[in-house]
């Protein structure tokens, strides 16, 4: 079974600065999708950035970025020039590539992020 | 940019009482999906569809539990017989065939069970 681990129960930066969230997981799978979500206080579950493990470069999606290294198992979201509205819980989450079941997610317990003005 | 809907936003409902959970998924994909989220706890996976049946459940997901696709649109979780635990944030989620593709979560509905 796949286990995925978010070691920061808690974090905060300064408005516009950069800050690193930390991911990793546990798999015996050579083909995985890898995706951090951001929950803010609304509770709503939107997908911030997503990688595929085939994929030597790392994704970038505007202010966000993934270190992602495949040997140590290790995905972790960079967030330059933090703004007040990133504030949220962040998911880390892996999925399996499984065309018969779906692609069912495993979520890591989450880290909050203030961002502070 | 289609979304996942699901109704009602916030259910209370006794201890015993059986609630059922709507959602409309982004109306192109296939998958479907609840999840769980417990106060201050992980999200955790219940189940999936496809196809007209569960494809995967996870151990939570018991006899109490049950979801169907009434019609072409909508996706439903019936607890039969809620109990206080049963108090948690459900998602319901939904993805398109190919295999990358992510999922789109609702908003949620708040179970609280009194």
Sequence with gaps: AQTVTQSQPEMSVQEAETVTLSCTYDTSENNYYLFWYKQPPSRQMILVIRQEAYKQQNATENRFSVNFQKAAKSFSLKISDSQLGDTAMYFCAFMKRNMEYGNKLVFGAGTILRVKS | ?114
């Design chain 2, 1 to 114: 940019e289609p979304e996942v809907t699901q109704t009602p936003s916030h259910q209370v409902t006794q201890m015993g009482q059986e609630v059922i959970l709507r959602c409309v998924p982004i109306s192109n994909h296939l998958y479907f999906y609840w999840y769980r989220q417990i106060l201050g706890q992980k999200v955790e996976f219940l189940v999936s569809f496809y196809n007209n049946e569960i494809s995967e459940k996870s151990e939570i997901f018991d006899d109490q539990f049950s979801v169907e696709r009434p019609d072409g649109s909508n996706f439903t979780l019936k607890i039969r017989s809620t109990k206080l635990e049963d108090s948690a944030m459900y998602f319901c989620a939904s993805s398109a065939w190919f295999l990358n593709s992510p999922l789109h979560f609702g908003n949620g509905t708040r179970l609280t069970v009194t």
